[in-house]
Nanobody, 126 residues
Framework: QVQLVESGGGSVQAGGSLRLSCAAS????????MGWFRQAPGKEREGVAA????????TYTDSVKGRFTISQDNAKNTVYLEMNSLKPEDTAMYYC???????????????????WGQGTQVTVSS
């Protein structure tokens, strides 16, 4: 049974930091595209960052470049999203997702991901 379990969300003030974790189980972790997505109320789901577990290549949406870092721990089958200098506009439900087959330049297309976690809420106050 495939499971992606996110944790680490919470409430912080603007300028603060959080680290999200996504623990994967029930499938072969290697050579997977792992993405972080977010969705705020009334807005479309948005790709935040992605990592290819085979070679650790990473990519980010422009609005988080320089502030967020995606990484992985292969031994723990876990992907992280380190979020610094948080802004109120980062407030959203954050989801972890996984896919085996994906073109790298379509990493942001949330509908191309097969597996999803339940989400973790991030709230940033001004």
């Amino acid at each position: 049974q495939v499971q992606l379990v996110e944790s680490g969300g919470g409430s912080v003030q603007a300028g603060g930091s959080l680290r999200l974790s996504c623990a994967a189980s029930g499938f072969t972790y290697s050579n997977k595209y792992m993405g972080w997505f977010r969705q705020a109320p009334g807005k479309e789901r948005e790709g935040v960052a992605a990592i290819y577990t085979g070679d650790s290549r990473t990519t980010y949406t422009d609005s988080v470049k320089g502030r967020f870092t995606i990484s992985q721990d292969n031994a723990k089958n876990t992907v992280y999203l380190e979020m610094n200098s948080l802004k109120p506009e980062d407030t959203a439900m954050y989801y972890c997702a996984a896919n085996r087959n994906l073109y790298w330049d379509e990493w942001w297309r949330w509908w191309r991901y097969n597996y999803w976690g339940q989400g973790t809420q991030v709230t940033v106050s001004s």
